[in-house]
């Protein structure tokens, strides 16, 4: 429709028509019959009007919700990449923490001399005729020269009277002062 006609129907409708552009007038003048058409029998009443309204009106909501959904799909696809990128991080992080972990527990292991009752069980095994409890402690103590002598006597005199059975199945035995493992 032409300038004239909208002004024509601008006026009918008591909208504003003066100093405004074809766009602005058309909007104006839908805005308009949408309020009218609540009012009751308006659109039965204004045949025309109504023609007029669906012709400037049909398909703009179609392509506004068409338009609307590919804009909301296109950022729901973004939202999951940037999720699924994040998702990468917290993985490889996670990974990396994981290797730090086993690096360390590995490093620990290495690092990791036999400690002072795994030498008593060894002390133990590699005699035939026996040791002494003074003459294990003498060996801790050069083994472990950080440790105290009396600490590690009792600890010997623990694991000798049956620990080392019930904790690692083996049999101590004693004959007079001098112990050794069968």
Not at 117 to 145: C, H, M, N, Q, Y
Not at 146 to 161: A, F, L, S, Y
């Amino acid at each position: 429709m032409d300038y004239a006609g909208l002004k024509e129907i601008a006026k009918r409708l008591g909208t504003k028509h003066v100093a405004v552009k074809k766009e602005k007038m058309l909007d104006n003048i839908l805005d308009k019959i949408e309020e009218l058409m609540e009012l009751e029998n308006w659109a039965d009443e204004n045949q025309d009007l109504m023609e007029f309204y669906e012709a400037n009106t049909e398909g703009d909501g179609e392509e506004e919700v068409e338009k609307e959904e590919v804009e909301e799909e296109e950022e729901v696809e973004e939202l999951t990449f940037n999720l699924e990128e994040e998702e990468k991080k917290v993985k490889e992080v996670k990974k990396e923490a994981d290797k730090k972990k086993i690096e360390k527990k590995e490093k620990k292991k290495q690092n990791k001399n036999p400690g002072v009752i795994a030498t008593i069980v060894t002390i133990l095994s590699e005699t035939k005729k026996g040791v002494t409890i003074d003459e294990i402690v003498a060996r801790l103590t050069k083994a472990f020269p950080e440790r105290n002598p009396e600490g590690m006597k009792k600890t010997v005199k623990v694991q000798i009277g049956g620990r080392i059975k019930k904790e690692k199945g083996l049999n101590v035995s004693k004959d007079d002062d001098k112990y050794t493992i069968k």
